[in-house]
């Protein structure tokens, strides 16, 4: 397989083989394609706990169970807030 490269992920490329963590190219190729392949697994993982939150709340909706919107609201910025905590 070929693969282009755009000029700055070229010099990426070499950069990382330079530095020697990476023995050629195609390490620091599959390297990338490993981490693409977690984050979308970890994507995956969080559209499953959202849609089994959005499921509970429906749930809970239909039963009567309703929350005032200033608590809804304060526990997404909750939320929100360790989302960002993470990234980091």
């Known amino acids: 397989m070929n693969v282009s490269l755009t000029p ?3 010099q990426l490329v070499h950069e990382k083989v330079k530095s020697g963590r990476y ?3 195609s390490e620091v190729v ?3 394609l ?3 392949e977690e984050r979308d697994r970890l994507h995956n993982l ?3 706990e959202l849609q089994q939150k959005l499921t509970l ?3 809970q909706a ?3 169970e309703l929350l005032e919107s200033d608590d809804v609201f304060a ?3 909750a939320d929100i807030q360790q989302i960002e905590a993470q990234r980091r």
Do not use: I, M
């Open 57 to 59: 709340g429906v749930e």
């Open 46 to 48: 969080h559209l499953a």
């Open 23 to 25: 023995l050629s190219a």
């Open 75 to 77: 526990e997404l910025e």
């Open 8 to 10: 700055q992920l070229e």
């Open 30 to 32: 599959r390297e990338g």
């Open 34 to 36: 490993r981490l693409l």
């Open 62 to 64: 239909d039963r009567g």
